[in-house]
């Protein structure tokens, strides 16, 4: 009887844990090298990043047949950005070229993997090459940013 409720126990743990992490799963595009990814891109933007705002998280909760799962969401983190020129698509520029842009989703799968190290928060005061798009799918998705480059640095060696 024990083995049994134990095998019962051991057999909910494993089929909740994923539906928990569904929630908010790692966003994946569908190319296959980062060079697809760039030329997917629906906009891309070069500027110098002037400030990063840390937005923080939130708990956030999947409800199923085992009652509600729950788990901390990150929000990415915005960018804000001067002297802005749009190299590709639209994008929306203040009057003086600056704007707000935040990461398209906290974590990435596939091609674009290495952006969950967020070489981002390391380019304060550089010139960078952001690539992006206005969609909001899949659910809790949001318009923004999924690849950063730098392209001159304002840092001494």
Aim: net charge negative; glycine share 8%; proline share 6%.
């Amino acid at each position: 009887m024990n083995q049994s409720l134990f095998s019962l126990f051991v057999t909910i743990l494993l089929t909740a844990t994923p539906v928990a992490e569904a929630h908010h799963p790692c966003l994946h595009f569908g190319c296959k090298d980062l060079q697809e990814c760039k030329e997917a891109a629906e906009w891309i933007v070069e500027a110098t990043v002037v400030d990063i705002t840390h937005t923080g998280g939130q708990e956030e909760c999947e409800t199923g047949p085992y009652g509600p799962l729950c788990g901390y969401a990150e929000n990415p983190e915005i960018l804000t950005l001067a002297n802005a020129r749009v190299i590709k698509g639209k994008f929306d520029l203040g009057q003086n070229g600056e704007a707000s842009v935040s990461r398209k989703d906290s974590c990435f799968s596939g091609a674009l993997a290495s952006m969950n190290d967020k070489p981002e928060l390391g380019t304060q005061g550089e010139r960078i090459r952001l690539y992006g798009d206005n969609l909001n799918r899949p659910p809790f998705i949001h318009p923004g940013y999924f690849f950063v480059e730098s392209i001159e640095s304002r840092r001494a060696p």
